[in-house]
């Protein structure tokens, strides 16, 4: 049985894919030991995990969830906790929970509201990049993609600026893997800081995303702190990474960021290809099978917990050609980073307008991007769910 902790060593973090090649040419579908303790079962293959995405026979429910971490935690290892008040969101909920749940918040991403985030995004992105006018060196997370999606979320939600910084610390911690106990200890920052913004924001209505969940007054007060932290959490964190992992890839594929210099219009195409290329999620979200389920021939029994692995998906060479380069011409480009079915995303939207933003003033402001370490060198996140650097540091020079 490989073991996530011990076989997938620290080398897996920054560069998972010769691990996933391996998965998906000998076991597509096999069990495996996170560096939790917790046995789950991982589908690596494209149609596979197509399948466990959009298939109604594995549930998303948190409380059945967390009753199977239990079950499948090794013997002396503290299980990995699951609360209503972080995770009782639509993302971890099955219909008709979820019916009711994303149905309340899906007015905030419909087209028109997407696209009236724009000049704000745009005004945001200018006013960091005039931040930086003078440096030589950048950090791209901590000094841009970070502040400009945090931003985002936060003023679509109503939010005030108050501890942005520290809730992203927090988020960071709560999807880490190997550590139950700092997940537990940022839960409980989490729920403590969002109950707290709620209950002001019930005393100030505003033109806002939280006050008019308010102020329908669907949401359940735990229900309220699970969903904005979903918004907050997921909206942010995987604009950061698609944005580090796109630029890491151009720096790799200098002929690519030629080809975007040349001709920006490519940028939309682009950002998919680095979705797809190096997207912002590894794993899936768990998933658990409510009866036997085969996938790819092989039969995962009932009571199961299953991750898809998104970014060995996205490498299959039987759905994509020449699954390991970068290039972004690339069209069509079904990659599967948003995921599928009920759960797609609902802010794949603006994840890609940001990031199409980003790359536009980035190579607009700067006629040099290079990395001022050794890419070789850059720390990743150890999170099964999100896969990004913990900084990205350039050498930059600003157009004249």
Sequence with gaps: MVTLGESFDAGFWADPHGTYEVLRRDEPVRT?????????WVVSRYDGVRQVLTDPRLGKDAMAVGELFRRNTAPGRPPRTVGRKTAGHMLNSDPPAHTRLRALVSKAFTPGRISALLPRTEALSASLLDALADRAE?????????????????ELLGLPEGERDAFGGWTRDYNATGAPETVSAAAGHITAYLTGLIAAKRRALGDDLLSALLADDRLSGEELVAMVFLLLSAGHETTVNLVANGMRALLTH??????????????????????????PVNL????????????????IPAGELVLAAVTSANRDAARFTDPDGLDVTRAPNRHVSFGAGLHYCLGAPLARQEARVAFRDLLRRYDRL???????????????????????????????
Excluded: H
């Excluded at 495996?32 to 789950?40: E, N, Q």
């Excluded at 950048?138 to 936060?154: K, N």
């Excluded at 001022?372 to 050498?395: D, H, I, K």
């Design 32 to 40: 495996v030991v996170t560096p939790d303790g917790l046995r789950v």
């Design 138 to 154: 950048i950090d791209l997370i901590g000094d841009y993609a970070f502040p400009l999606s945090i931003t985002v979320m936060c």
């Design 254 to 279: 200098p002929a690519e960021l030629k080809k975007l210099r040349e001709d920006p219009a490519l940028i939309p195409t682009a950002v998919e290809e680095f979705l797809r290329y190096d997207g």
């Design 284 to 299: 899936s979200t768990y998933r658990y099978t409510k009866e036997p389920v085969t996938v790819g021939g092989v039969e």
């Design 370 to 400: 290079e990395p001022a370490v050794p890419l070789t060198e850059l720390t990743y996140r150890q999170s099964l769910l999100m896969r990004g650097p913990e900084s990205l540091p350039l050498r930059v020079r600003g157009t004249a």
